[in-house]
């Protein structure tokens, strides 16, 4: 049995990686069989990581060719990590190659990929990598002030937060800055308020953010996503351009700092939507993988006809023509990927990654706990990491539940038919459905 006083931390923590997908009890009798195996000769953060792995890759196998081309893979009993690697292509239009990825083209369940070039992360993913997005001087510069503001600035903090009803911590420290006057931002997560510490705070923060900005809703057009947020039978549209009006920043000091596999609360950010992560300093991996049972053989439209796109992104079309794509780029011909299957992603210092819609739907990501990785001149192991979201008026009051605290919004698909019908957005108590914490609190968005 694992001692106690060590037991709730490491429960804590597998609560925090593995989030709401394996029951309190699982984790428990795995945690204690792991322990009892492995106390003799590992920390307690290798027995954590081996629970982790354990549970993630339950069923694993060696391809003997390329696992993404090949379906025939001989069954070994070690978890494997494949690297996926084609020619380095500067994306043109990820979608387009979406559409040509193959049905057979799923990757193998239990084993991790990872995604070592932009085509991949955008031929398995609804994301783009653009690794030197900002250069090496711009992102020293920005590596600079994110290190400065996380030592001196008190907004920097631990962030508290619920799952299966039990209070956890997160291991690294988050700041929130904004591009909103005060007033205009009101934003809880978790039941606390947020603070946010203005973009103008620094030239070189407000400079990379007009980037961004720009970049993405270029990003958005030439891709032609959907921002139109259909839901149930009322459409909340979004008009305008892409505007990361707010960010998350992250700061992660060393390989145990981590956040748990999560999907970005889509509160104040409405359904379908797009955020960009700006990395820094040290080269940590983001890890992805499918939200289980979510949606099985669900269809994205991205685009019904060009008109949307004029509608909803409102950029006058002079400024860059649209090119008429026959096939619409929709995600129907995402590769399928079980839950177990964990993508991975590097992510160096100056790239850039834009999650599209149905990332924060289907998708959960996470930084992993990691003994070897690339430090940064810098920073050393230290990394940073700010993702750039749009706040949204339409949806910056949601409701209070009985505990009196604001709702998270999240999404659910009703059944596997594929159609947009069965995408469905609810609030609920973010303190959970139990007795002694939330109070079961649920309510369809409108
Ligand atoms: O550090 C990262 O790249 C991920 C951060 C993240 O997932 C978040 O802020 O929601
Ligand atoms: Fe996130």
């Given at each position: 049995m694992t001692p106690t006083h060590n037991r709730d931390a490491m429960l804590a923590q597998l609560i925090e990686f593995l989030?709401?997908?394996?029951s309190i009890e699982k984790l428990s009798s795995t945690l204690d069989e792991t322990w009892s195996q492995l106390s003799a000769i590992a920390s307690p953060q290798d027995v954590i990581q081996s629970v982790i792995e354990r549970l993630l890759s339950t069923d694993s196998f060696t391809p003997e060719t390329d696992p993404i081309a090949s379906p025939n893979h001989k069954r070994q009993k070690t978890s494997e990590t494949v690297q996926t690697q084609t020619e380095p292509n500067k994306p043109e239009n990820a979608f387009e190659r979406l559409f040509k990825a193959s049905a057979s083209a799923a990757p193998a369940s239990g084993l991790t990929h990872s995604l070592l070039t932009a085509e991949n992360v955008s031929a398995h993913l609804p994301c783009e990598l653009?690794?030197?997005?900002?250069s090496p001087t711009d992102s020293d510069s920005l590596l600079r002030f994110l290190m400065q503001s996380a030592k001196e600035n008190d907004l920097w903090a631990v962030t508290k937060y619920y799952i299966n009803e039990r209070e956890v911590l997160t291991s690294h420290k988050s700041a929130i800055f904004v591009d909103l006057a005060e007033r205009d931002f009101r934003h809880t997560f978790q039941g606390s308020d947020s603070k946010g510490i203005p973009y103008s705070s620094s030239k070189v923060l407000l400079e990379t953010s007009r980037r961004v900005n720009a970049f993405v809703t270029q990003r958005i057009r030439d891709l032609r996503v959907r921002l139109e947020t259909t839901v149930s039978k009322s459409p909340v549209e979004m008009n305008g351009t892409w505007t990361g009006n707010f960010c998350v920043a992250n700061e992660y000091l060393?390989?145990?700092q981590t956040t748990g596999f999560h999907a970005d609360s889509l509160a104040y950010i409405g359904p379908r939507c797009v955020i960009a992560s700006l990395s820094v300093g040290a080269t940590r991996t983001f890890r992805i993988r499918r939200v289980k049972g979510a949606a099985k053989g669900y269809v994205w439209d991205?685009?019904?006809?060009?008109k949307v796109v004029e509608d909803t992104v409102g950029v006058a079309e002079a400024e860059t023509p649209l090119t008429k794509h026959p096939d619409n780029h929709c995600l129907k011909n995402l590769p399928s990927a079980s839950s177990d299957t964990v993508f991975s992603i590097k992510l160096p210092h100056g790239s850039l990654l834009i999650m599209y819609p149905p990332m924060q739907e289907l998708y959960k990501h996470e930084i992993g706990p990691e003994k070897h990785f690339q430090g940064h001149p810098i920073s050393g192991l230290a990394r940073y990491n700010l993702t750039f979201r749009m706040y949204r008026r339409e949806f910056e009051n949601p409701p209070f539940c009985k505990c009196g605290v604001r709702t998270d919004l999240k999404p659910v698909f009703k059944?596997?038919?594929?159609?947009?019908?069965d995408e469905k957005y609810y609030y609920s108590c973010v303190?959970?459905?139990g007795e002694q914490l939330g109070c079961g609190f649920f309510e369809w968005l409108k």
């Open positions: 989030g709401d997908e394996h653009f690794p030197g997005w900002l060393h390989g145990k991205f685009l019904e006809d060009d059944g596997s038919s594929g159609s947009k019908r303190l959970g459905r």
